[in-house]
């Protein structure tokens, strides 16, 4: 549910769900301030007129707290957040005043319930900046830098944001258990070390599963389990160079990450359409997250943790559309190239949610600065991309196998194929692909002529 640089200067005035009233001009004493890292620390910083100060201001004090060096200040950027919502600020924001509005933000950006509404409180969060490019995190020497970089790639494996491959999980496990325990321990040592610290704080959570408790009867496949999983955690941590420092220890807990294509993503909740299945073509809903960085939309289906959806943005279109009647959704929808029965087509994806207006928003600040600065970068960018292919070129294979996460799955999509021959669109539309009392055979498709509106399918 992550957000983005979208505009929230709406005043509290012309927001439907709230009647409080502006910030009072009375909070203008020094006060103390406590903003979170993502590795549930925090920083305390003495603030003048908390009410009317900004992010940028606030930021000074921050990076001096935490060390952080002018050559990497675009790094990180300030976040609210929730378990309903969490938004990336913008210089201008004035983050108290947002969060006096904090209420109307998650009524217009969620679903959630009046009640959890009315419950839920932000905290003000220091991580990283969305914008910030990764050919420029692969420069960053600073290890303070690198730490909070480093606890915020792993929260994001262990949570599931980051899917990945087995290989990839157990390799960043390991690597966690030497930077955060230390090398050249013994198995015994090690094993005593990693059930101290537990599993479920190394692996991601989807493949811990419910290893801390269960019933009686699940006891022993819980820990055959465990012991299958800790021997894979001993047998990768042997395979790293002992008395590696920690720095070099982050790079490539680091560079493993950056072979995600999701990395530095923002990201957001979203449902896209069930593929209709049954007798009774029942279809429904799945749940998917939308990741958005500087290099592409993915989406993901949160439940299987894999990549469905992967696109750059030289391979899409993208629409924000409002709902029409109440009751209605927000609708983010892609359009990129497809093929059906062995005919090119254009294919429109629908991602309902409320945080539609957020993604678009987000696309369009990519797409723009990524044309402003693709020409100064050019020859640049095309030298790096030179460079780490041919670093990847040995475990390609691997991270690009069709069964990985990382590869989208469009086949599994409930998507609208249509074309333009010049003078109208045609939607595509299957014919029925067998009868249930003759043999089957392959689908074929037909082109028919669309008289409504390709929202409506």
Not at 82 to 98: A, G, R, T, V
Request: net charge negative; aromatic share 8%.
């Amino acid at each position: 549910m992550e957000g983005d640089e979208c505009d929230f200067s709406t005043e509290p005035s012309e927001l439907s769900h709230s009647n409080r009233g502006s910030v009072s001009s009375s909070v203008t004493r020094a006060q103390d301030v406590l903003v979170y890292l993502v590795s549930d620390g925090a920083v305390q910083v003495c603030v003048e007129s908390v009410g009317s100060v900004c992010v940028q201001e606030l930021g000074r004090s921050v990076r001096d707290a935490l060390n952080i060096p002018d050559s990497a200040q675009d790094a990180f950027a300030f976040w609210l957040c929730s378990p309903l919502l969490e938004l990336q600020l913008k210089p201008k924001h004035q983050p108290y005043k947002l969060c006096r509005q904090w209420q109307d933000l998650l009524y217009r950006f969620t679903d959630a319930h009046t009640e959890d509404i009315t419950l839920d409180e932000p905290c003000l969060q220091y991580r990283r900046n969305v914008f910030y490019p990764k050919s420029k995190e692969l420069q960053v020497e600073d290890e303070s830098v690198l730490r909070l970089l480093y606890d915020e790639a792993k929260l994001n494996i262990i949570e599931g944001r980051y899917p990945c491959d087995p290989e990839h999980w157990n390799r960043l496990a390991a690597l966690s258990c030497a930077i955060e325990i230390g090398t050249g321990l013994d198995d015994q040592q090690l094993t005593t070390a990693i059930r101290e610290k537990k599993l479920s704080s190394l692996l991601p959570a989807h493949v811990v599963g419910g290893l801390g408790a269960g019933l009686l009867s699940t006891l022993r496949l819980r820990a055959g389990r465990r012991a299958e999983l800790e021997q894979s955690l001993l047998k990768e941590y042997h395979t790293l160079k002992m008395h590696t420092e920690a720095r070099q220890l982050i790079l490539q807990y680091l560079s493993i990450c950056h072979n995600l294509p999701y990395y530095g993503c923002a990201f957001f909740m979203g449902e896209i359409d069930k593929p209709a299945q049954g007798l009774l073509q029942r279809g429904g809903r799945k749940a998917v997250s939308v990741g958005i960085s500087l290099e592409g939309v993915y989406v993901i289906d949160t439940k299987e943790k894999h990549v469905l959806l992967g696109l750059r943005f030289s391979e899409l279109s993208w629409d924000h559309t409002y709902p029409d009647a109440e009751g209605d959704s927000h609708i983010l929808w892609l359009e990129f190239d497809g093929e059906e029965d062995g005919t090119p087509v254009n294919k429109l994806l629908k991602i309902y949610s409320k945080q539609a207006e957020l993604m678009s928003g987000l696309i369009e600040f990519c797409v723009e600065l990524r044309s402003v600065g693709e020409a100064a970068a050019s020859q640049m960018a095309s030298a790096q991309e030179e460079s780490v292919q041919g670093a990847r070129g040995r475990r390609a294979g691997k991270v690009r196998r069709q069964n990985s996460v990382v590869c989208s799955r469009v086949h599994t999509l409930n998507t609208i194929s249509y074309v333009d021959d010049g003078k109208e669109i045609k939607r595509l539309k299957p014919k029925r692909a067998a009868s249930f009392f003759t043999k089957q055979t392959p689908p074929s498709y037909a082109a028919v002529q669309v008289t409504d509106n390709l929202e409506q399918s």
